[in-house]
């Protein structure tokens, strides 16, 4: 793969042009990384409205009708539903841990099993989250993924 960088102060914004002979998973991959990297997403954190980078999230629960994000530092209420979150999500690299639990892949720094079928997953921080037995299929497959260089 050939990177070419072309800086012109003419230009009012970045953009990327991805020349490919196929558009195959890795170059998917790398529009994902794209996406993944301007994506925001506001909370409500002390009244405020804050505009997060989702490449900071640790992970989304949903808690008595009410979403929340984590950061390492901070805990923001988002007017987002959870399920709105996942699918804005999906394609980046987020996963359904549970009914009310998104996850950023990403961010996992170990898992082992549990009882009933589910997953411990700690993530960065020392956060310990349940990836239930329906869903945890999804985190082995995007592991093998991960382990077979597909990411």
Same mark, same amino acid.
């Given at each position: =793969?050939?990177?070419? @960088? #072309? ?11 991805? *020349? ?20 925001? @997403? ?6 405020? &409205? ?6 900071? !999230?640790?992970?989304? *629960? ?12 901070? &805990? ?16 980046? *690299? ?9 996850? #950023?892949?990403?961010? !996992?720094?170990? =898992?082992?099993?549990?009882?009933? $079928?589910?997953?411990?997953?700690? &993530?960065? $921080?020392?956060?310990? @989250? ?22």
């Amino acid at each position: =793969m050939k990177i070419k @960088l #072309n800086q012109d102060p003419a230009l009012t914004e970045t953009q990327v042009q991805i *020349d490919c002979p196929v558009i195959d998973e890795a170059v998917l991959q790398i529009v994902t990384g794209l996406r993944l990297y301007q994506q925001k @997403l506001t909370g409500i954190r002390d009244g405020e &409205v804050h505009i997060v980078d989702v490449r900071d !999230i640790l992970y989304i *629960d949903s808690v008595d009708k009410k979403t929340f994000f984590y950061t390492e530092t901070a &805990v923001y209420e988002s007017a987002l539903r959870l399920y709105e979150l996942a699918d804005r999500l999906e394609k980046l *690299d987020f996963f359904r841990a549970s009914r009310s639990t998104i996850v #950023n892949f990403a961010k !996992i720094c170990a =898992m082992r099993p549990d009882l009933g $079928g589910r997953l411990l997953l700690t &993530v960065e $921080g020392g956060e310990k @989250l349940y990836a239930s037995r329906q869903y945890a299929g999804a985190f082995r497959q995007k592991l093998a993924a991960l382990e077979r260089g597909d990411r």
